[in-house]
């Protein structure tokens, strides 16, 4: 029996992968770049999908939520410094049934990091 809150959140195995990555040449230009494998990932889903972005400022605990998300503690990197850790996109590489959709949970770099 769950709780007032439902019934918690399951453990899920697999790990965070890059999705998009943001490439600067020498001359400050740059490519946005999608990631193979991520993009393998999404091709072979064959159930309707529902996508969860976790944006944001840096810092304010976007990759925390998305490790909860998945029921752990670990995962998306967590950062313990000022400056924000994420960069670019990054999805879980299992992403999970609920309710007859798989579920990709996207964890997306700080939108004001002065880094960016």
């Not at 943001?22 to 230009?29: C, G, L, N, P, R």
């Not at 879980?92 to 049934?97: D, L, V």
């Given at each position: 029996m769950?709780?007032?809150f439902g019934e918690g959140i399951q453990f899920r195995e697999g790990k965070p992968i890059q999705l998009l990555k943001?490439?600067?040449?020498?001359?400050?230009?740059g490519e946005i770049i999608l990631c193979e494998?991520?993009?393998?990932?999404?091709r072979k889903i064959d159930e309707p999908v529902s996508v969860i972005a976790v944006?944001?400022?840096y810092r304010k605990g976007k990759s925390w939520f998305a490790n909860v998300l998945h029921g752990r503690c670990d995962g998306f990197e967590l950062g313990s410094k000022t400056e924000g850790c994420t960069?670019?996109?990054?999805?879980?590489?299992?992403?999970?049934?609920?309710k007859g959709k798989r579920i990709i949970v996207l964890d997306c770099e700080g939108i004001d990091d002065p880094k960016q």
């Open positions: 769950g709780n007032i943001y490439v600067e040449d020498s001359d400050k230009h494998e991520a993009l393998d990932i999404v944006v944001g400022s960069r670019g996109i990054y999805m879980w590489n299992e992403p999970f049934f609920h």
